[in-house]
């Protein structure tokens, strides 16, 4: 992964980051915002302390641990990853209620124009606000985008210091249970 300096990074404040996405997913993953490593870079969860992508393959979301760089593979996989709201900030508490609000309003055009199976949006309180669903709890979500079923995973950022990777893990192939799609990360072993 290539070094920026604190310049660098915070020259990729506010820039957008293209979604990974196609017709027809099985899982649209949905992050909060992009961080800075990831406007820089161009990939998602692309900071060195966020869990994403080990937790992904940990839990059978993928056969192999992949890179931030290596995202455009996920369609292949029948995964995408969005965001709630589009623009870089350092931290998710840059952005105020009203922007997640919005956020939410384009994510629900985004789902019904793509159609995955399941949205499933990595922060719980990002969740909340942009649905204005203040009950919401890490799990499925009675709330439907469509036929797009809603299931919200907790925030896999280093700085969520109460879901360790084990944990995580847990909750993410307790996800990918629910949706049917075989672990990949054993090419079709045994589930674990």
Request: proline share 7%; hydrophobic share 40%.
């Amino acid at each position: 992964m290539p070094r920026f300096t604190r310049e660098e990074l915070e020259a990729a404040r506010d820039r957008l980051v293209d979604d990974v996405v196609a017709d027809g997913l099985s899982v649209l993953f949905c992050g909060i915002n992009p961080g800075l490593m990831t406007a820089a870079t161009g990939h998602h969860f692309a900071r060195p302390g966020n869990r994403f992508w080990p937790v992904l393959h940990l839990s059978g979301f993928t056969p192999r641990l992949l890179l931030p760089s290596e995202q455009d593979e996920l369609p292949s996989y029948g995964l995408g990853i969005t965001n709630v709201v589009a623009r870089a900030t350092a931290r998710a508490d840059e952005i105020g209620d009203e922007e997640f609000r919005e956020g939410g309003r384009i994510l629900v055009e985004k789902v019904e124009r793509l159609r995955p199976r399941w949205l499933a949006v990595a922060g719980v309180t990002a969740y909340r606000t942009a649905f204005g669903d203040r009950t919401a709890r890490i799990g499925p979500q009675e709330r439907t985008i469509g036929t797009t079923r809603l299931w919200a995973l907790p925030n896999p950022s280093g700085l969520n210091a109460l879901w360790t990777t084990p944990k995580l893990t847990d909750a993410f192939r307790a996800f990918r249970l629910v949706t049917g799609l075989p672990d990949a990360s054993c090419a079709g072993g045994p589930e674990g």
